[in-house]
């Protein structure tokens, strides 16, 4: 069984402040989420294995964007979202 049988997943847009490494410009940018909330119940054909899985399963939020532009019409660089954090637990 999949990982994310165990999860209903739903889009989410977060608002954060970047600075572009480039001409250091400070913007706000709409970052993608991915959250994935545990499901009530197990689903079926479900082994022990999966059970024990599932019980230790957890709410959490999956980056989508890892890239962003410059708005700055004269800079336009493309650069990397600084921190590493790519995943959450909620």
């Known amino acids: ?6 999860y209903i997943e739903k889009p989410e847009t977060k608002r954060a402040t970047y600075n572009c490494p480039k001409c250091r410009q400070s913007s706000e940018f ?6 994935r909330t545990k499901k ?3 689903p079926r054909g ?6 024990a ?6 709410d959490y939020l999956v980056r989508v964007d ?3 532009y ?3 019409s ?5 650069f990397e979202i600084p921190n590493s954090q790519t995943v959450v637990f909620v």
């Open 74 to 78: 004269h800079c336009r660089h493309r």
């Open 40 to 42: 009530r119940e197990l």
């Open 46 to 51: 479900a082994s022990d294995y999966d059970r």
């Open 70 to 72: 410059c708005p700055n």
């Open 53 to 58: 899985k599932f019980a230790k399963a957890r």
């Open 1 to 6: 069984m999949d990982e994310r049988d165990y």
């Open 66 to 68: 890892d890239m962003l």
């Open 30 to 35: 709409q970052i993608r989420w991915l959250r």
